[in-house]
């Protein structure tokens, strides 16, 4: 994974690639944007959940005065398929530095009833106008050279059936955290990778929304494997990412009641800290 160049040469731009396409989101009228859910970034038949973050991250980032968002915290109502639906924004209170807005995402059943399908609440801001002064006991995650790591095209899919979000992500995890691929799970909650968009597109604080959902799940190096549906995700994004590929790690430290929590931080070439998240998901059954 070489910073600006993809695998057949040439990188995509923000604004200009697959993501920013399937993400994109067309005013209907003042707070009110039309959406299209790509199936390209479905597990089995759900589209995934930092996807959809970052579908309603974009219409806030239009709807409200500020564009960048500070914390994004999403409760998962329904699933979500691909298709038309409707994102409908609110100014909940317009600030100086910060403007707070709230978001959901609706789409349409067999009966044509409105299903409300994820419901966000969030602060927005300008990440370029944040002080520089960083005081942090936090360390990047320890992962090996790119080369050294594994990706979802060297080993058969986590989960039966169709993943397509793989085909548009450059995931190669941390082979300390594949045991479950090779039937030997290490029952830790762990899972470390560096992430990049398949077509080179650099990150930007939308696709952040994105990266700390696109691991997967720590329950597969607990020994469990099946779909693991997300409940409540909070992302804080920290600062605008420097060009190339991230670092990842997601943690979970308690599994209990058939639910779990996932911690990720996601770390820029630079060496900082620029997004962290916390999501709570629950464990497959059987």
Known sequence: MTQGTTQGGTCAAVGDSEFDRDTAVTRRE?????????????IINAV??????????????????????????????????????????ELVRGGRTLSTGQAS??????????????????????????????????????????????????GPAPVPGSSAITERLRLKLDPATLGWALGAPSGKGEMRAWFGLAD???????????AVDALPPTAFEMGIKGWVPTVELTVHIRCRPAPGPLRISVTTRNLAGGFLEEDAEVWDTAGRLV???????RAPRG
């Not at 080179?200 to 994105?210: E, K, T, V």
């Open 30 to 42: 003042p707070g009110i944007y039309d959406v299209d859910l790509s199936a390209g970034w479905t």
């Open 48 to 89: 995934n959940g930092g996807y959809l973050l970052a579908v309603l991250g974009r219409a806030l980032s239009d709807a409200l005065p500020h564009s960048d968002p500070f914390s994004v915290s999403a409760h998962y109502l329904t699933a979500s398929q691909p298709g038309p639906a409707i994102v409908r924004t």
């Open 105 to 154: 995402l609706f789409q349409y059943d067999a009966e044509g009833r409105e299903i409300e399908r994820i419901r966000v609440l969030a602060s927005y801001g300008d990440l370029d106008a944040l002080p520089d002064d960083v005081r942090t006991s936090a360390t990047p995650p320890d992962i090996p050279p790119v080369e050294h790591c594994f990706g979802p095209e060297d």
């Open 200 to 210: 080179g597109r650099d990150a930007d604080p939308l696709s952040l929304l994105l």
């Open 275 to 281: 997004a962290q998240s916390r999501q709570l998901a």
